[in-house]
């Protein structure tokens, strides 16, 4: 299925959302703002960090040419890298904003963070991590500006292997900020700099490293919800390449930091386990009744690579398969490494260690691989919290999961006010209970239609009966 441009919000259905989206927000409990305790801690700290190499005691790579890849507009730049090709294979530098260099354990910003746990992002607006004098400038990895990094470098082969890894804090200077958009077009244009065109050979062949582990991509086209003068708009496009591309990136450093974590007896790991036997059987059927039958000889991750995402079957076997990535979670240990490790959608253990500004649990996982290796002491205050890191992640990843849930309902509900009566062609994604899951056509509105019997991948017709902005409730009927 196409992606097509969604109409916008009717302008008095605008209203109605922003007072919902804002009661949304009063619900979970979720405030923007900071005390005025955290916000003087941060300035204070946005104006005394040091970022000066000889001041600061580390590493000056400056006179390496950095640059960030984000969507158009973003200000809280964890990640730059640099890739440089070799006779044997490339060079990558990945610097990571340093963030622990301005939070005090146990210090205002410390304790506001570790209640949030993640940075939330709603249509009206995100709900930050830090403050934004931090998170938005001081450690950003803004261009042209001195800032300060643990920069992770990997020797590799040319096959795109690690041969070598190591860790240093240091200060760096970003010489472009690139949007995914321009990256893309430059690269298919010939045009882009060197450490881009790196990227592209850098990319497929860490695609192919993660088929060869076992290690799955789903590139399911993502519903985002764009803000703009007239009201909020729904988007669903797939990735671009260059996506992906610097995905295996932060892919690559996690799997090296959980791997110098669990060598070193002491750290953070994401995991995930593997898909149960009957639920993997049921989604195999579920293949052959789509028509795009899973053949046993071919591997799990092979298979949904050669799915067309343009299929309506594909995309409906791709849903399924988003089902058995479940369980994911945070496992903390020092001593005696986890018993199951493994991070199973990725097919080997990984740490989340590349978005410190946005992700409270990526500040621990960068001291202590910054302390394992350069055969240091973890710091006291990492070691010993440690433990209640997982908490923490598992309590913001539900708020996050509720708040992304009920934000698109309300949203498709106000996409579709007004028009109670009419009839829209929709794709069966899955059974759900007693009645079915389905993506209209136009807008890309995906919502359960009770009563609903149809098979995955079948093209139904369905009308609607009414909206609730308040509560984000499309209920729709089939229709002949």
């Known amino acids: 299925m196409s992606a097509r441009r969604p109409r916008l919000v009717p302008a008095r259905a605008h209203d109605e959302l922003i007072e919902s989206l804002a009661q949304l927000r009063a619900d979970l409990d979720l405030a923007a703002d900071f005390p005025a305790e955290v916000e003087a801690e941060a300035q204070h700290a946005a104006r005394t960090v040091p970022t000066d190499p000889a001041t600061a005691q580390i590493d000056d790579l400056r006179d390496i040419e950095f640059l960030t890849i984000d969507p158009a507009g973003s200000t809280d730049l964890d990640q730059a890298l640099h890739v440089e090709r ?22 205002a910003i410390d304790d506001a963070a570790r209640l949030r746990g993640q940075t939330l992002y709603a249509a009206d607006g995100r709900i930050p991590l830090h403050p934004s004098v931090i998170s938005e400038d001081a450690a950003s990895l803004l261009p042209d500006r001195e800032r300060r990094a643990f920069v992770w470098r990997f020797v590799l082969d040319e096959g795109a292997r690690p041969v070598e890894t190591t860790l240093r804090r240091g200060v760096i200077r970003s010489r472009a900020q690139w949007s995914y958009v321009d990256a893309q077009a430059a690269i298919d244009a010939g045009a882009a700099p060197s450490s881009l065109q790196a990227l592209a050979w850098f990319g497929p062949l860490r695609l192919e490293r993660e088929a060869e582990r076992g290690g799955v991509s789903l590139n399911v086209p993502e519903t985002r919800i764009v803000a703009d003068d007239d009201g909020y708009r729904l988007e669903r496009d797939a990735p671009l390449p260059v996506e992906d591309w610097n995905a295996q990136v932060s892919l690559l450093t996690g799997m090296a930091a959980a ?5 070193g007896g002491v750290g953070i790991l994401r995991t995930m386990p593997a898909a149960e036997r009957d639920d993997v059987a049921a989604f195999r059927t579920q293949t052959v009744a789509l028509g795009i039958p899973w053949a046993t000889d071919v591997a799990y991750g092979d298979y949904l690579r050669t799915l067309d995402r343009d299929s309506p079957s594909a995309l409906a076997i791709l849903d399924a398969a988003a089902g058995l990535f479940r369980g994911a979670g945070y496992v903390a240990f020092d001593g005696a490494p986890p018993a199951d490790p493994l991070q199973a959608a990725i097919g080997a253990p990984y740490a989340h260690a590349t978005a410190p500004l946005r992700r409270l649990v990526d500040r621990w996982s960068l001291v202590v691989c910054e302390a394992l290796a350069n055969r240091r002491e973890v710091p006291a205050w990492a070691r010993e919290s440690l433990p209640t890191v997982p908490r923490i992640m598992g309590r913001s990843d539900g708020v996050a999961g509720r708040l992304d849930a009920a934000t698109l309902d309300r949203v498709e509900a106000a996409l579709l006010s007004r028009r109670a009566g009419q009839v829209f062609e929709a794709l069966v994604l899955g059974r759900r209970n007693d009645g079915a899951r389905v993506q209209l056509t136009e807008p890309p509105v995906t919502a359960k239609v009770a009563g609903l019997d149809a098979a995955p991948g079948t093209r139904v017709r369905l009308r609607l009966r009414s909206t609730d902005i308040a509560t984000g409730a499309v209920v729709l009927e089939p229709t002949a």
């Open 259 to 263: 791997d110098i974590m669990l060598r």
């Open 86 to 107: 070799t006779a044997a294979g490339a060079v990558l530098h990945y610097a990571i904003a340093d963030l622990p260099a301005f939070v005090a354990p146990g210090g």
